[in-house]
């Protein structure tokens, strides 16, 4: 199947073209990885069981394992590394979405055996070849205020490496108190859905993936 991303009504919002999630369609199978290796994609991962959202999920996702597909060329879980393959679809079956869950933790690197540098040019892989073979990237950023930081900070690096590549932004308007994303989705007209709190992310995954 196809990605597609339907318009139904436009609502214009400081510039951008924002829309609700029932006007936004995505197509399985979905991949799941962090971008900065922060707590907030265990937050994606935990509303995707909720909702019944079948999923394959590496937290440090490389782009051998993105283009395997479903199953991720039988990647396991080790020191540093966590794995779960819930997608239903055959093995190597090609993803048509990725979410990609932005927040930075040094620690979280580290635990991984990563730094800020390396952590970039492995989104930087994923976000090429997934430009490269129409893979939908969606940014989720739910972490608040609190996960936002100076220019250059390690979360601004990952929204940095992240934003002008997104197909569509899934942020919480607490992440989005500066405009951030509004202006990265305006930028490239691409569909930004602003919710109130990570809470919301349950009907928002099951309206745009059509659970």
Known sequence: MKKAILVM???SVVGALAF???EVSLALPVVITS??????????????????LKYD???ILSKDELAAGVGLGGAASAIGKHVTTLSPDPKGTKFQSMILALGASLKGMGASGLSVDSEV???KALIDYAKANEIAII????????QRGLPGSPIEVMIDTVAPFADIFIVTKDSNKDGRFTNAASERDVPI???DSAFDLLDTFAEVFGL
């Open 121 to 123: 040019s492995r989104l």
């Open 9 to 11: 009504i436009i609502v």
């Open 57 to 59: 999920y590496c937290d």
């Open 139 to 146: 940014a989720v950023a739910i972490g608040g205020s609190v």
């Open 193 to 195: 859905v602003e919710i």
């Open 20 to 22: 609700s999630a029932t």
């Open 35 to 52: 971008a900065g290796q922060s707590t907030e994609v265990e937050t994606v991962t935990y509303v995707a069981d909720e909702i019944g």
